[in-house]
């Protein structure tokens, strides 16, 4: 797994290419990401494994997000959710439900806002490692359950 397994020297270049050609930082945790910048806004794009979204909203939470997009179930419960909403709301952060990162309408506005707005860059990357086949996708299921 990780630098040694499939896809991993390929992520390697791709990360070094990135970093030095559009000054794009990757980090291996939300916790990593620097302080947000005066005057500016940090968004979060959630897309993980259901079980890790509520630990991960609460850390996007932490460092700076004012919006989140969450891929829907959003949590493995009802409470779960609730507690993530309550979160949220406390901290005066915006989540929107249904994000799915292949087709959503927030990646295309996204996207129209970057290109209308000099300088702006914006990066979607997915780690999903999962092959395009029926039992691929069958484990990816059983995997995130």
Known sequence: AGKEGPGGPEFTEFQKETEEKEGI?????????????????????????????PRLLGECIANGCSTIYLEKP??????????????????????LMGY?????????KAREYADSHEGSHITFVSNNAYENTPESLGECFERNA
């Open 25 to 53: 930082q990757f980090f291996k945790s939300v916790a990593e990401l620097p302080p947000v910048a005066e005057g500016k806004k940090r968004l979060a794009l959630i897309s993980g494994r259901t079980a890790d979204n």
């Open 74 to 95: 959003g949590a493995p419960s009802v409470a779960e959710l609730a507690a993530m909403r309550d979160e949220a709301k406390a901290a005066g952060v915006t989540v």
């Open 100 to 108: 799915n990162k292949n087709v959503c309408k927030y990646v295309s």
